[in-house]
């Protein structure tokens, strides 16, 4: 089993749509979880953190479950520029080992 | 200020060629490093990470190899290339206070 698994998509979706996506970990340790965008195989940007409490920014929604160990990250309202891949890092190992998922591509079309 | 460098952005190489990128960060000390890479159509892929000066934890086994000379230099190398080495490796550091990821700005390596 992978230590972080995405659903791969592609997810093609209308403007105006919304679109949740998950990610699962294996290591019921892991400390940090994030939500990072990827462009066009540019280096990845961070998105936002992810707290056990769930947070919001905007559009965007991440929330976390322990118990099951995935995060989750909703995207309302989708825009043409949310177009990318959207990955989930997971922190563990004692604070030192980062593991991304695979990514989920996410097509937003008019 | 603190950045992360790494090096070359762009290289292509022959099969069995050797292979040195570096990463290099400034205005920290003792910083998480890390390599990543990145095939056609895929996730990051990580491959090492280092907690400290000559400490390398290896995450897939294969012709690569990592080094850590320096507090604040990680270095990929290869002794002899193959086709399947080509992608995009990425360097990061992970800032655990701020719990912030810094990238690189990527390093794409074609072996022909």
């Known amino acids: 089993r992978k230590e972080v698994e995405q659903d791969p998509g592609p997810f093609n979706v209308p403007e105006g749509a919304t679109v949740a996506f998950n990610c699962t970990y294996s290591?019921?340790?892991?400390?940090?979880f994030f939500w990072y965008r990827q462009d066009c195989r540019k280096e990845p940007k961070l998105l936002m953190s992810?707290?056990?409490s769930g947070n919001e920014d905007g559009r965007f929604t991440a929330q976390l479950n322990r118990a099951s160990q995935y995060i989750s990250l909703l995207i309302r309202d989708s825009k043409l520029s949310d177009s990318a891949t959207y990955l989930c890092?997971?922190?563990?190992?004692?604070?030192?080992?980062?593991?991304f998922g695979a990514g989920t591509r996410l097509a937003v079309h008019p | 200020s603190q950045t992360i460098h790494q090096w070359p952005a762009t290289l292509v190489q022959p099969v069995g060629s050797p292979l040195s990128l570096e990463c290099t960060v400034e205005?920290?000390?003792?910083?998480?490093l890390y390599w990543y890479r990145q095939a056609a159509g895929r996730g990051l892929q990580l491959l090492f990470y280092?907690?400290?000066?000559?400490?390398i934890s290896s995450e897939v086994p294969q012709n690569l190899s990592a080094s850590r000379p320096q507090d604040r230099q990680f270095i990929l190398s290869s002794k002899k290339l193959l086709l399947s080495d080509s992608g995009f490796y990425l360097c990061?550091?992970?800032?655990?206070?701020?719990?912030?990821?810094?990238f690189g700005e990527g390093s794409w390596l074609t072996v022909v």
């Open positions: 990061a550091w992970f800032r655990k206070s701020g719990n912030t990821i810094y």
């Open positions: 992810v707290y056990s």
């Open positions: 290591n019921s340790a892991s400390q940090s």
């Open positions: 205005g920290t000390s003792n910083p998480n």
């Open positions: 280092s907690v400290g000066i000559g400490q």
């Open positions: 890092v997971v922190l563990s190992g004692g604070y030192n080992k980062l593991i």
